[in-house]
């Protein structure tokens, strides 16, 4: 670090990891970005491909369910287990490894010829595609901190575009050139993003050195942080019940989309994925308005226009412009709530960032999941009005919960965890 004992200041780019502010050119963030898209948009990719997949093996219509939940289980784990790693090991090294193991898994995927061997590629494909969080993690560490919420909300638009894009790009392969096409392509995209970073990345540890814990105690060190962090635990929350929200929409419109009076394809329905990424927009905004020191209003101020949103999703049976004003006012707000989280946390202790991430992200998986279960049951049972209604309901709690706490310090700074 500049002024640090011992060192003296590099020319920009430099492997050794000083002089990160000159390290970190809009190229690279952008390298970044494309990174994190990369590697986030291979859990999405099955979606519209699981009615094809599960013909194509001869599988039952609950094992061609499991496959989007094993994936999903899959990162969840990773989240906790491998993102952690990000404090203590090379990050430069551990992100090639990781990706280069994820093309393996994204290659048995495309060549499994059985039930069992897709459903263990596709857990795998989840477990590592978490490297997007510690690639998100390293962004932090590298970036200057007056400008740390600008960069980690230039990442993370990459990490929305590719989560938006990943099930229409995913659909149109696989109608050109069948289901395997889609992670035969991503095994080589991804082996390519491997190489590139390889060779861009630097050997940095970022603004703190690496901890020197053992796995069972670094793991342990995850549970402490959120035990000792009351910010970490709130934004966690936060983060639960955006995320809950998001998923609720993003699993169940194809329903209405696809009835009376629309009777959309699933192209059609895909490419409402790229509305959604005009939420990208939010992730750079949310980013700099952090870095002025304003993450407090800009959380109210999201959670209000995610609560908003839910009134034009209402009249979606309707009107498909409603849908889409719906669609933009609740990504956006999801995704500034998602950056200020973040750039908040890490903060709290910049040597332990995978950590601080990957636990948040664990609750990030938890609401997702509930969302995609609840809104997907209810539809069934009471229409997509209980949908809107519950995704209000979520919004409504994360609005009332920043009520409560929104006196509370957001740049609280504590000791360093070992």
């Known amino acids: 670090m500049p002024g640090s004992k011992g060192t003296s200041t590099p020319r920009a780019g430099s492997r050794d990891g000083e002089g990160s502010a000159h390290f970190l050119t809009r190229g690279v963030v952008m390298l970044f970005a494309i990174a994190c898209g990369t590697s986030v948009a291979n859990v999405y990719f099955a979606q519209p491909l699981l009615v094809t997949m599960g013909r194509d093996l001869a599988m039952s219509p609950a094992l061609v ?64 595609a978490v490297v997007t969080q510690t ?9 200057p901190p007056a400008e740390r919420g600008r960069i980690v909300g230039l990442v993370t638009s990459g990490v929305v575009i590719g989560i938006l894009l990943a099930r229409t790009s995913s659909g ?24 590139i970073l390889y ?38 929350l936060f983060g639960l019940l955006v995320f809950a929200a998001f998923s609720t929409l993003w699993s169940s419109v194809a329903l209405p989309l696809s009835e009376a009076p629309y009777f959309l394809s699933h192209g059609a329905i895909g490419a409402l994925g790229l509305i959604g990424v005009v939420g990208a927009l939010a992730a750079t905004v949310a980013g700099r308005l952090n870095d002025r020191g304003r993450a407090r209003r800009t959380t109210g101020i999201a959670l209000a226009l995610l609560t908003v949103s839910w009134l034009p999703l209402a009249f979606t049976r309707s009107s498909l412009w409603a849908l889409v004003v719906g669609v933009i006012l609740l990504d956006l707000a999801v995704q500034a709530v ?74 609280v700074r504590t000791e360093r965890l070992s």
């Open 135 to 143: 690639l998100v993690a390293f962004a932090a560490s590298l970036a």
């Open 338 to 411: 998602h950056v200020t989280n973040q750039t908040l946390i890490y903060a709290l202790h910049p040597g332990a960032g995978s950590r601080l991430i990957g636990g948040y992200m664990v609750f990030y998986s938890i609401g997702s999941a509930t969302g995609a279960i609840a809104a997907t049951s209810l539809y069934t049972a009471a229409g997509w009005g209980a949908v809107c209604a519950l995704g209000a309901a979520f919004s409504c709690v994360g609005l009332a919960l920043w009520a409560l706490t929104r006196n509370a310090p957001d740049n």
């Open 199 to 236: 060779r861009v990345l630097p050997h940095h540890r970022g603004d703190a050195p690496p901890a020197t814990l053992r796995y069972g105690q670094l793991l342990r060190s995850t549970l402490t942080l959120f035990a000792r962090e009351r910010l970490l635990r709130l934004r966690a």
């Open 65 to 128: 369910g499991s496959i989007v939940t094993l994936t999903h289980v899959g990162y969840g784990l990773g989240l906790f287990f491998l993102v952690p790693l990000g404090d203590t090991a090379d990050r430069r090294r551990l992100v090639v490894a990781q990706l280069l193991l994820l093309v393996v898994a994204l290659v048995v995927v495309a060549t499994s010829g059985t039930a069992a061997a897709l459903l263990a590629g596709m857990a795998a494909t989840g477990l590592l």
């Open 172 to 195: 149109l392969m696989a109608d050109l050139a069948g289901w395997r096409s889609v992670y035969f392509a991503s095994a080589s995209l991804t082996a390519l993003v491997a190489l």
